[in-house]
């Protein structure tokens, strides 16, 4: 359906559709590399969780954010509330709100409304930065090349974890599971390293997080816990390093 469209909609002038979508594609290739362990890890966790095969494959499909699903399976592992999970997730994604405002700036702004919603699909923190650091007007065809291999990557990831999963050993299964914790701190630890601000947010947010789970909080449940430790480490963080703005 999508290439139809798409088709369509240069017919009249595909050589410049296919140079566009191309040389987006060229740009995408690191990423759509770098999603797919992640993902694979993804399929893991949600076999893990219970979740019937096929499952997870969907949820990248119609998702693509890579920290906002590894926190919904989890909550749903936890057997979270639907205003718990769907409040976790507007938090850990918000940021999407302001990439596409600042994206917004670069597009071709004779660009309809279907074409930005099929691409704002496909946001992501690196597609984000590539799509930043290209110089000129962004294209649609630009874009939907730059996406299509990482949403690829990440579709086909996922699914090769919950497959190859599926034929491990039960023990095998185990240790994949345990690795997960290692992805989480690969992911954590190099911008802690780069900022101390962020080290101490974190630092703060995982101490609340533990804090809450000793036995007097036991009445919360475990994706309320997550969100009051994000919200708080959040606010003190933001009370503690405040963003000086140049008014000049």
């Given at each position: 359906m999508l290439d139809k469209i798409l088709f369509f909609t240069y017919s009249e002038h595909g050589d410049e559709f296919m140079n566009d979508f191309t040389r987006g594609m060229k740009r995408g290739i690191p990423v759509a590399i770098g999603y797919f362990p992640v993902a694979f890890s993804f399929g893991v966790l949600c076999i893990n969780a219970g979740l019937p095969v096929g499952m997870a494959t969907m949820i990248s499909l119609t998702n693509l954010t890579s920290s906002g699903q590894f926190a919904g399976v989890s909550l749903i592992e936890a057997s979270a509330t639907y205003f718990e999970i769907s409040l976790t997730l507007l938090m850990i994604n918000a940021r999407y709100f302001l990439m596409?405002?600042?994206?917004?700036?670069?597009?071709?702004?004779?660009?309809?409304?279907?074409?930005?919603?099929?691409?704002?699909?496909?946001?992501?923190?690196?597609?984000?930065?590539?799509?930043?650091?290209?110089?000129?007007?962004?294209?649609?065809?630009?874009?939907?090349?730059?996406?299509?291999?990482?949403?690829?990557?990440?579709?086909?990831?996922?699914?090769?974890?919950?497959?190859?999963?599926?034929?491990?050993?039960?023990?095998?299964?185990?240790?994949?599971?345990?690795?997960?914790?290692?992805?989480?701190?690969?992911?954590?630890?190099?911008?802690s390293k780069k900022?101390?601000?962020?080290?101490?947010?974190?630092?703060?947010?995982?101490?609340?997080?533990?804090?809450?789970?000793?036995?007097?909080?036991?009445?919360?449940?475990?994706?309320?816990?997550?969100?009051?430790?994000?919200?708080?480490?959040?606010?003190?963080?933001?009370?503690?390093?405040?963003?000086?703005?140049?008014?000049?």
């Open positions: 596409s405002l600042s994206l917004s700036q670069k597009i071709d702004q004779k660009m309809s409304i279907l074409k930005r919603l099929l691409i704002s699909m496909g946001i992501t923190d690196e597609i984000f930065a590539l799509a930043s650091l290209e110089e000129g007007t962004l294209s649609f065809p630009f874009m939907c090349g730059l996406i299509f291999l990482p949403y690829l990557g990440w579709g086909l990831g996922t699914l090769a974890g919950e497959l190859i999963m599926g034929l491990l050993p039960v023990a095998l299964q185990g240790a994949m599971g345990i690795a997960l914790y290692a992805m989480f701190l690969a992911l954590i630890i190099p911008a900022s101390k601000q962020v080290a101490i947010v974190v630092i703060l947010s995982v101490f609340l997080h533990c804090l809450l789970n000793v036995q007097i909080f036991s009445f919360i449940s475990t994706g309320a816990k997550l969100i009051i430790a994000i919200i708080f480490g959040s606010m003190i963080g933001a009370y503690l390093f405040p963003v000086k703005e140049d008014l000049e």
